[in-house]
């Protein structure tokens, strides 16, 4: 259910591919800016509510897996960056805290080991939970996500970065010793820097600058007297992870089948959350740069990877949309980035340089991610319809998708914004091809059949073609369609006399739709208003399959000219015609013989051969010289023009009192077109030679033969411009 988008890219739409070291370290700079601070809070959502203790060593873990999870993805077929993510945290934080509850029931005291066991082993399963989902190719799925559901992701990270950083701010203030003015201060230069860089220094890694300049406010403001609350100034110090003993789960007495449940139970609620940020990070990625939207599975080397870090006590590591596009501004997502990401994290990990970092500038950081991500398209759109401007309905539709997939994200989390946006979408598109199965409804007086026909048949079409509907089908028609369907079909009913039914714009029906066809067949049938119907076999062979027409023995045509041309007959039939009565004489066939007397008229009529062509034969070639002009007595026949694939395109039927070949005839020029018999074909044929003898003996004859002939074709140009006219008058 991919669409057209009014949104900007998710990123600068010029991101360079670049795969040099350069760029790639000023990539992984700029990205790790935001990964190891967003990290850092994750950890201390998990570890600092049920195992406090162990919170420096899980900081460490964190950013050791970091490195070991980049260094592996680079094997991937699409990277992407790795972080440990405040969705994942806060639920297995919950998950293990409802599960503490338990623990003493299954023989486990309720210890902060025994938690941290927990976590390690919940996050560690939740690792195999995403790989296996990985190779049942279930990141698939992520394809049929509409394209404003990511412009609403992208719109919901910002605004919880805002949220959580100005909380985080006001925190700051409220630390004995701190100022109001010293948090602004850090924090509000670190978000104008990264502003400034981004828009004048494009090529600068805009996070990272601002984020070296607020270090280096901080520690001035420190020198000067001023308490700034630095990343290491609690109980954060980096050591060396160590990993938790599990032998607090073999234990004598421990109910291993309900722990066990337990734990899987709850790895596969945070596996899927992981595998499923990691699949959009994937796809969000693929429509910034048109790189596949992911592996055939989750490589080996990058599941082990998040086993072990796991293990060592790491956050849950999931794909990052954020960290990834951040990077991909500098360069290509290939192994140099990668590698640069893998040595950054392992220095912050063991050289105790976020112990300088203040908080405050950690914050300003994140705001001016958040600043970065906004959607800048869909804000122009939420602008315009608070202004009242006119919206289009498919800019309606987007903004009420990005609104509501970006309000779920941040009340609830990312997963149900999944559901929400695929859900909304599929309602809109119902509703959208619910409210207009017919994409249009013409008259006879708006198209016609390009069927040659005399003066006094165009002159009924004219005066009864109002009579005649075409229906205009398209989409995909489905259960939401059919109450609209059977009104239209109602309404064109009760003012046609013949109804063509167009289904070549149609990819897809259900039962529910071939069900209201045969009710609308009854319904015309009591009417006596008969439907021609357009075969979709060539355009779409389910619908023509599902549909069944030539079995239940409805009128079909091959294409819509040949439903048009039966239709039309149809409206001769009602109304009679001046050529209706069946005859094979050229007099009271064609209308060549106007304003002539009986002596021209057998003169003329003497001159033309009759001849014979069965149903199938090849009346004219194309390519052919033409030495003469045909006049159909009695059947039709069809004009056909080479066509792709070897294949001919029928231009026009003609059928009884038609010429043939007229204009070839007069300039000379070899035939254009091939004309075949439809059915039993009857014409009159007069050949050059006894028109070159006509002119000699006859030339008032003649001279009346070619004014009539052009009489004709200025009343089906006319025809045409009538047409054209009352179709353009009818938009």
């Not at 820097?193 to 403001?221: D, F, M, S």
């Not at 997502?333 to 950054?344: E, S």
């Not at 033309?608 to 009695?634: C, K, P, T, W, Y």
Request: aromatic share 4%; glycine share 8%.
């Amino acid at each position: 259910m991919r669409q057209a988008s009014t949104f900007t890219p998710l990123e600068d739409a010029s991101t360079s591919q670049a795969t040099g070291w350069g760029r790639s370290l000023l990539g992984a700079l700029d990205a790790s800016a935001f990964t190891i601070p967003l990290s850092l809070g994750a950890v201390v959502v998990i570890f600092g509510r049920h195992a406090p203790g162990m919170l420096s060593g899980a900081l460490a873990a964190t950013l050791i897996g970091l490195a070991l999870v980049q260094l592996a993805a680079i094997r991937s077929h699409r990277p992407v960056l790795y972080s440990a993510r405040f969705l994942e945290a806060t639920t297995l934080a919950a998950l293990v805290g409802h599960m503490a509850l338990q623990l003493p029931s299954w023989g486990v005291p309720d210890t902060p080991e025994a938690r941290a066991a927990a976590i390690k082993a919940t996050t560690a399963t939740a690792a195999i939970v995403m790989a296996a989902l990985y190779l049942a190719r279930a990141d698939r799925f992520t394809r049929y996500i509409p394209t404003p559901v990511f412009a609403g992701f992208s719109n919901s990270i910002a605004v919880s970065l805002i949220i959580s950083e100005t909380i985080a701010l006001h925190g700051l203030q409220q630390v004995p010793g701190s100022t109001a003015w010293g948090v602004a201060v850090v924090a509000g230069t670190v978000f104008a820097v990264g502003v400034a860089v981004r828009h004048w220094l494009r090529r600068w890694p805009a996070t990272a600058t601002g984020l070296v300049v607020g270090v280096v406010i901080g520690e001035l403001l420190g020198r000067a007297g001023e308490h700034v609350t630095m990343v290491g100034s609690s109980d954060l110090n980096v050591r060396t992870a160590a990993v938790t003993d599990f032998l607090v789960f073999a234990a004598p007495g421990i109910d291993w089948m309900s722990l066990s449940g337990a734990l899987v139970g709850q790895a596969a609620i945070l596996g899927t959350i992981m595998f499923l940020n990691s699949a959009m990070t994937a796809q969000m990625l693929s429509q910034q740069d048109d790189r596949p939207a992911g592996p055939r599975g989750l490589p080996l080397a990058t599941a082990s990877a998040s086993v072990v870090a796991a293990l060592l006590g790491s956050a849950p590591l999931s794909g990052s949309a954020q960290s990834s596009m951040v990077a991909s501004r500098h360069a290509r997502l290939a192994a140099p980035l990668m590698v640069c990401m893998t040595a950054i994290a392992l220095v912050v990990a063991f050289s105790g340089a976020l112990g300088h970092v203040p908080i405050a500038a950690i914050a300003g950081a994140l705001l001016c991610e958040a600043w970065f991500m906004v959607d800048r398209g869909s804000v122009q759109l939420l602008r315009r319809w608070l202004r009242r401007d006119p919206l289009r309905p498919l800019e309606r539709e987007n903004l009420a998708l990005v609104a509501a997939v970006t309000a779920t994200a941040v009340m609830l989390n990312i997963v149900a914004a999944v559901v929400v946006g695929f859900l909304l979408g599929l309602l809109l598109f119902a509703v959208r091809n619910a409210g207009r199965p017919a994409r249009a409804v013409l008259t006879g007086a708006q198209v016609s059949s390009n069927c040659a026909r005399p003066r006094a048949d165009l002159q009924q079409l004219a005066r009864h073609g109002h009579e005649l509907r075409v229906v205009e089908l398209a989409g995909d028609l489905f259960f939401v369609a059919v109450s609209s369907l059977e009104s239209q079909f109602r309404a064109v009913l009760g003012e046609a006399r013949c109804i063509v039914v167009d289904w070549t714009g149609v990819r897809h029906v259900d039962t529910s739709v071939v069900a209201t066809i045969d009710k609308i067949e009854r319904l015309a049938d009591l009417s006596m208003v008969p439907l021609f119907h357009v075969d979709p076999a060539r355009t779409a062979p389910e619908v023509a399959a599902a549909l069944q027409l030539h079995s239940r023995g409805a009128h079909v045509a091959e294409d819509l000219d040949r439903a048009l041309e039966q239709a039309e007959n149809h409206l001769l039939q009602l109304y009679g015609s001046d050529t209706e009565a069946p005859s094979t004489t050229v007099l009271d066939a064609v209308s060549i013989f106007r304003d002539m007397d009986d002596h021209e008229r057998q003169a003329l009529e003497a001159a033309m051969e009759q001849r014979l062509f069965r149903a199938g034969d090849v009346v004219i070639e194309a390519g052919s010289a033409s030495h003469e002009l045909m006049v159909v007595l009695q059947g039709s026949a069809s004009v056909i023009v080479p066509g792709p694939h070897q294949r001919g395109v029928r231009l026009a039927g003609v059928r009884r009192g038609a010429v043939i070949g007229e204009l070839a005839f007069l300039d000379r020029a070899t035939r254009s077109a091939t004309v075949l018999a439809e059915e039993d074909l009857a014409v009159a044929v007069l050949t050059r030679d006894r028109f070159d003898r006509l002119s000699h003996e006859a030339p008032q004859l003649v001279q009346k033969l070619l004014s009539n002939l052009a009489i004709d074709l200025a009343a089906r140009l006319r025809h045409t411009n009538r047409l054209a006219s009352e179709r353009q008058a009818g938009r």
